[in-house]
C-alpha cells in the first residue's frame, strides 16, 4: 500500500490499513505500508517515522513508478484527484480516491475510465453509507417496512468554515477546490440519496456564498486552519446549496448542505417518510435509528432502535447494541471492502462510478444555479 497526499484525510487511510485486520481476520492478507508521498517538506518523512512506512517523497509519480506498490490512497486535494487517479491506475495500481473525484464529472469519469481500461479495483471515500444504522435504514426500505417512500430530507451541516478567519485554503478556490461545499458535503448526500433511494431524475438548486473574503495562509495548511491580518482574496465557490429533487421512484427529496453553519457540528442524517411509516438518522447518534413503523399512519408513534451485531458491518467492531461506533471506524470498513476488491477482483463498497453519478448529480446543480431551471440527469 502507498498513501499519496498526507492531510489529515491521509492519516485516516493509513490508520485503516494498520486497523483493518483487527476487525477483519477472515481477510487474510495484512496491508503493508511501503510508501508515503506528500510534496509539503518533512510532511512525508514524519508519517513514515510515525506509521512505518519504508519509504517518504515528495513526489506522488514516485508512486506509479514503485514495483512494490500494488494499490494507492489517493487523499491528495480535488484538483489532483483526475492527475494522480488516471496516471496511477494506468500504472497497474488499485485506487482508494476520496471524494469528490476531481472538480466535476469529466474528471470522475476520466479516472473511472482509466481504472475500467487498465482493470485496476477503484474504490471512494462515500463513508456515511457504511455506517450499521444506515445500513439497517436501507433494510428496512428495501423490505418495504415503510411502504412507498413519498419525501425525504438530507442534511449535512458544518462550521469548518465558519469562522471569518479562515484561511483562504485550496478548498475555496474554483480552479483547486471545484465547487465548495457541493464536492465537500453535498457530494455525500447524494451518494446516501442514491444507496437508500435510488436514481435521481432531475433536480432544481441555489447556492450561495456567505463569506465572501478570506486571508491567504503564510505557509502549508493542514485541514481547516485560520489565518489573520494576510492578504485578503476572495472565496469562489460556494458556502451553501439546497436543491429539491425527483426521484426514479417518484419520491421527492431536499438536501442541504452548508459550511457555514455556526452552532451545527458534523449534523449530517436524513428522514425518510412512506406510505407506512418513517426512518431518520443523525451521524452524531450513530448507532441509532428512530423509526416508526406499522398501521397506524396517524399518530403512529416513533422509537430509537440502537443498531446491533445483526446491523452492516457492526458485529467486527462492538460485541453487542449500543456500543458507540466513530467516524474513524466507518473507513475502516471502507478500506476492507477496497482490499477485499482487490482480493477477489470484483467491487465492495462505493465505487467509481458511484462517484461519477455523484459528479453528474453535483454538476446538475451547478448548472440549475446558473439558469434557474430544473436539470434532468438522464
Known amino acids: 500500500m502507498a498513501v ?45 517515522d510515525q506509521y512505518g512506512f519504508t519509504t517518504a517523497t515528495l513526489d506522488w509519480r514516485d508512486l506509479a513508478a514503485d ?96 469562522h471569518p478567519e479562515g484561511a483562504l485554503t485550496w478548498r475555496f478556490e474554483r480552479a483547486r477546490g471545484g465547487s465548495g461545499v457541493l464536492g465537500d458535503l453535498a457530494a455525500h448526500g447524494i451518494d446516501l ?25 503564510s505557509g502549508a495548511t493542514a485541514g481547516h486552519t485560520r489565518a489573520a491580518g494576510g492578504e485578503l482574496g476572495p472565496v469562489e465557490n460556494e458556502d451553501y446549496v439546497s436543491s429539491q429533487l425527483r426521484l426514479a421512484s417518484g419520491a421527492r427529496v431536499v438536501l442541504e448542505a ?49 443498531v446491533g451485531p445483526a446491523a452492516g458491518d457492526y458485529a467486527a467492531f462492538q460485541p453487542g447494541s449500543g456500543i458507540a461506533m466513530g467516524y474513524d471506524d466507518l473507513k475502516v470498513i471502507e478500506a476492507y471492502r477496497f482490499l477485499r476488491s482487490i482480493i477477489e477482483t470484483k467491487p465492495y463498497g462505493a465505487t467509481l462510478d458511484d462517484a461519477v453519478h455523484s459528479a453528474v448529480a453535483l454538476d446538475a446543480m451547478s448548472r440549475s444555479v446558473e439558469s434557474g431551471a430544473w436539470v434532468s440527469l438522464t
Open 4 to 48: 499519496a497526499g498526507f492531510g489529515w484525510m491521509g492519516r485516516v487511510h493509513t490508520q485503516s490499513y494498520l486497523r483493518v485486520l483487527h476487525h477483519y481476520p477472515q481477510l487474510g492478507v495484512r496491508p503493508e505500508l511501503v510508501a508515503v508521498a506528500d510534496e509539503v517538506p518533512g510532511r512525508a518523512a514524519e508519517a513514515a
Open 67 to 162: 514495483p512494490r506498490i500494488r494499490a494507492v490512497s489517493i487523499a491528495a486535494p480535488n484538483f489532483l484527484h483526475r492527475e494522480l487517479g488516471v496516471a496511477l491506475a494506468r500504472a497497474g495500481k488499485h485506487i482508494w480516491i476520496e471524494k469528490p473525484v476531481g472538480l466535476d464529472a469529466d474528471d470522475a469519469r476520466a479516472v473511472a475510465a482509466a481504472a475500467r481500461e487498465a482493470g485496476v479495483q477503484g474504490a471512494v471515500g462515500f463513508n456515511y453509507r457504511n455506517a450499521p444504522a444506515v445500513e439497517a435504514a436501507r433494510e428496512l426500505i428495501t423490505a418495504g417496512e415503510l411502504g412507498t417512500v413519498t419525501h425525504a430530507r438530507f442534511r449535512l451541516f458544518s462550521d469548518y468554515a465558519a
Open 193 to 217: 440519496v442514491r444507496h437508500l433511494l435510488g436514481d435521481i431524475l432531475s433536480l432544481v438548486a441555489d447556492t450561495a456564498t456567505f463569506v465572501p473574503q478570506r486571508s491567504r495562509p
Open 258 to 306: 452548508s459550511r457555514v453553519a455556526v452552532g451545527d457540528q458534523n449534523n449530517y442524517g436524513f428522514e425518510i417518510h412512506g406510505t407506512r411509516g418513517a426512518v431518520s438518522w443523525d451521524f452524531r447518534r450513530m448507532g441509532e435509528l428512530a423509526v416508526s413503523v406499522g398501521d397506524d399512519y396517524q399518530d403512529q408513534p416513533r422509537r430509537t432502535v440502537h
